[in-house]
């Protein structure tokens, strides 16, 4: 349905999902579009592929721990960054293969080298 936002100048085109979550639940997504030529299929396709982008900075953020870099300044910035990006491709990668969500294969790899260090401190322990 076309409509206009409070704010915003111009007609929209507004756009309702209904989706069922994975608990049984029901939920609503209120999209919006400013390209009044566009169709519900457009739109909701857009949106798709934007989430994407969305989730690969989560990860970026969470699983690469780029929102703890301590640096401010460009120079400075410039290779975590980047080791940021590499990190969170490669992860994506491995998820693509184990069939896992990148924050699925986070918290097995973390788990298991917990478990491995912890095996190491008991080894450490008996030897000593």
């Not at 999209?31 to 299929?41: F, N, Q, R, W």
């Not at 949106?47 to 989730?55: G, I, M, N, S, T």
């Not at 401010?72 to 992860?91: D, E, W």
């Not at 788990?111 to 095996?119: D, F, K, L, V």
């Amino acid at each position: 349905m076309r409509g206009w936002l409070k704010g915003y100048r111009n007609e929209v085109l507004l756009v309702r999902q209904v989706f069922t979550n994975k608990d049984g639940s029901t939920g609503k997504l209120h999209l919006v579009c400013s390209d009044l030529t566009c169709d519900y299929s457009t739109i909701s396709t857009t949106y798709k592929k934007r989430w994407q982008v969305e989730v690969f900075h989560k990860s970026l953020k969470s699983n690469a721990d780029l929102a703890k870099s301590p640096t401010r300044t460009l120079r400075t910035q410039s290779n975590p960054v980047f080791l940021a990006i590499c990190a969170a491709f490669k992860l994506e990668c491995l998820s693509l293969k184990s069939k896992l969500s990148p924050f699925a294969l986070c918290r097995k790899l973390l788990i298991h080298a917990s478990r491995s260090a912890y095996g190491q401190l008991l080894q450490l322990r008996a030897a000593a």
